[in-house]
């Protein structure tokens, strides 16, 4: 079986801006592109049927709602290099519940919503000079009308979207 993670994607002008601060980062220090996502629910597996059905149950149980990206922050992570924080309120919270109950999830950590902007490892001063161009917040919003359902068995350049649910 294949690992999965179910996304929150942006559209329109907030996709297209944070596409391309993610393009100029990954030519910039060598690093995978990949689309701009806040991650619901990562690395689970099943089959892929049953995935769907999964997804489209979670879909059909959410009202769209807005995501709000803030600070932008740093860690010693690969897939938290460098990300902008987004807030964590009533829906958003519902919507990880929601994916958790009908996913599962063998990690214990807490929920951090976040939106990567650059993948890799980095040195602290590097990153503290990325954060000082493009400012320490976006603050951006963007409304949520669909789940994306990813195979993020590979590497990033090779991730391939499965299927879109649009929530009702």
Same mark, same amino acid.
């Given at each position: 079986?294949?690992?999965?993670?179910?996304?929150?994607?942006?559209?329109?002008?907030?996709?297209?801006?944070?596409?391309?601060?993610?393009?100029?980062?990954?030519?910039?220090?060598?690093?995978?592109?990949? #689309?701009?996502?806040?991650?619901?629910?990562?690395?689970?597996?099943?089959? /892929?049927?049953?995935?769907?059905?999964? @997804?489209? @149950?979670?879909?059909?149980?959410?009202? #769209?709602?807005?995501? /709000?990206?803030?600070?932008?922050?740093?860690?010693?992570?690969?897939?938290? @290099?460098?990300?902008?924080?987004?807030?964590?309120?009533?829906?958003?919270?519902?919507?990880? /519940?929601?994916?958790?109950?009908?996913?599962?999830?063998?990690?214990?950590?807490? =929920?951090?919503?976040?939106?990567?902007?650059?993948?890799? =490892?980095? #040195?602290?001063?590097?990153?503290?000079?990325?954060?000082?161009?493009?400012? #320490?917040?976006?603050?951006?919003?963007?409304?949520? /009308?669909?789940?994306?359902?990813?195979?993020?068995?590979?590497?990033?350049?090779?991730?391939?979207?499965?299927? @879109?649910?649009?929530?009702?």
């Amino acid at each position: 079986m294949e690992k999965h993670s179910l996304w929150l994607m942006p559209a329109g002008e907030v996709f297209e801006r944070i596409t391309e601060i993610i393009g100029q980062l990954s030519s910039r220090y060598g690093a995978p592109e990949f #689309p701009p996502h806040l991650t619901l629910l990562g690395s689970f597996t099943g089959r /892929r049927r049953e995935l769907t059905e999964r @997804c489209g @149950c979670i879909a059909a149980s959410l009202r #769209p709602f807005v995501i /709000r990206l803030e600070q932008i922050e740093s860690r010693d992570e690969y897939f938290r @290099c460098l990300f902008v924080r987004a807030m964590l309120d009533g829906p958003l919270r519902q919507a990880h /519940r929601a994916a958790f109950r009908a996913l599962g999830d063998n990690r214990r950590k807490a =929920f951090m919503p976040h939106l990567s902007l650059l993948y890799g =490892f980095l #040195p602290p001063s590097v990153k503290e000079q990325i954060i000082a161009e493009i400012g #320490p917040r976006l603050d951006l919003r963007f409304k949520v /009308r669909s789940l994306h359902l990813y195979r993020t068995q590979d590497d990033p350049p090779r991730w391939r979207e499965v299927e @879109c649910f649009g929530l009702r």
